[in-house]
């Protein structure tokens, strides 16, 4: 499953970089491989009665873990697509439900996003149809190597199969996206329908799994419920998401840097707080820029700072104990709007940045905390 999602902390086990790309592998995964461990054990002493107790808890074992290596080169061949089109991509991240792919920019085209989704379910039902063909006609022996095979391929396919449901955030859902964006030539617009298909596969997912189970006149077990419960979660949670997602892009075209800016007043660093919020009070301004002799910027005082400083120690506090440092990524052309300037503020995180004119005259401050006031409520 490939996702563009917004920048978040995450904690977790680093396995590497294949292909340059971070592989994480959260807590998570150790429930589910216990968990796969435990049911696949007793199975795996069915099918090979000739092992014991603990070497079929073992093969179990091997096959949880070659389950999510698969799963693994399912999110590397979205990844890998998505770099090879110039995506980045922050990493890979194995978890409860299987893995994400997180990559940090939206596909430029409908083509582009319906490769990319494609690329995971095409390599699990490559996968699946290359363990059909060896169990087929190479590994027949009934052993070992046989079982796993088998079981490998059958979770391929049921991955291959599941992903392409047409509803985010499966795979699916994503194509789904991607045919209603080429056809309405609105990406916003496909996002809404795949992710509403999603919110329909959810309670389908349950809806049917309760049908069958009385339909086929037994009563309603609410422990075979758990699973597509989990899944239908997950489901609908993820859609959910991508609806809110929608909401956010419809209003990045809203945010302009000029329109956004603060009027910022020069000080230098020698200046009592005191002193430069009279200044700044006086002057309709509502940031501070520290400046040396010669007028040239070198900081802007954290408006944070500024307010955690108590009102009696302000005439004693000179700005530039307040100020951040300029970075060159700290200052941003006063001309950016929308996804540029998004871009450019998640390149450089930070609480304000410097704009100024193409000839280098300083504009103004952007304050983060007034972007992010764009999409409140969203």
Do not use: C
């Amino acid at each position: 499953m490939s996702e563009q999602s917004p920048r978040q902390e995450f904690s977790g086990i680093r396995m590497g970089r294949p292909f340059g790309i971070p592989v994480y592998v959260s807590w998570t995964w150790f429930l589910v491989a216990a968990f796969i461990t435990v049911m696949f054990g007793p199975q795996m002493q069915l099918m090979l009665p000739e092992l014991d107790s603990t070497a079929a808890y073992a093969v179990a074992f091997v096959f949880a873990v070659l389950l999510y290596v698969s799963v693994l080169l399912h999110e590397l061949a979205h990844s890998v697509l998505a770099k090879s089109y110039g995506l980045p991509v922050r990493r890979i991240t194995l978890y409860l439900l299987g893995g994400v792919s997180e990559i940090e920019k939206e596909p430029p085209t409908p083509g582009k996003e319906f490769a990319i989704a494609a690329a995971g379910p095409a390599l699990s039902l490559g996968l699946a149809g290359l363990g059909w063909a060896a169990e087929a006609f190479l590994i027949n022996d009934g052993g070992i190597a046989q079982v796993l095979t088998w079981q490998l391929w059958v979770a391929n396919l049921i991955v291959g199969v599941f992903n392409l449901l047409p509803g985010l955030p499966l795979d699916g859902g994503r194509m789904l996206r991607a045919g209603v964006w080429k056809l309405t030539r609105n990406p916003s617009s496909g996002t809404v329908v795949a992710a509403w298909g999603g919110r329909v596969l959810a309670v389908a997912l349950v809806a049917f799994t309760v049908v069958t189970s009385l339909m086929g006149g037994r009563e309603l077990d609410f422990t075979n419920l758990v699973w597509p419960l989990v899944l239908a979660s997950f489901i609908w949670m993820g859609a959910t998401q991508s609806l809110r997602v929608a909401k956010i892009r419809a209003r990045i075209p809203q945010v302009n840097a000029r329109a956004l800016a603060r009027r910022a007043i020069p000080v230098t660093a020698e200046t009592p707080l005191a002193e430069a919020l009279r200044q700044a009070s006086e002057r309709g301004a509502g940031a501070l820029v520290v400046v040396d002799h010669d007028g040239q910027p070198m900081a802007i005082v954290n408006e944070a700072a500024v307010q955690a400083t108590p009102e009696h120690r302000r005439p004693w506090v000179n700005v530039a104990s307040l100020a951040k440092s300029l970075e060159p990524t700290m200052v941003l052309d006063a001309g950016l709007a929308g996804e540029p300037l998004i871009d450019a503020m998640r390149e450089a995180p930070g609480s304000e940045y410097l704009l100024v004119e193409p000839g280098g005259e300083v504009y103004g401050v952007l304050a983060t905390a007034d972007v992010n006031r764009v999409f409140t409520g969203v």
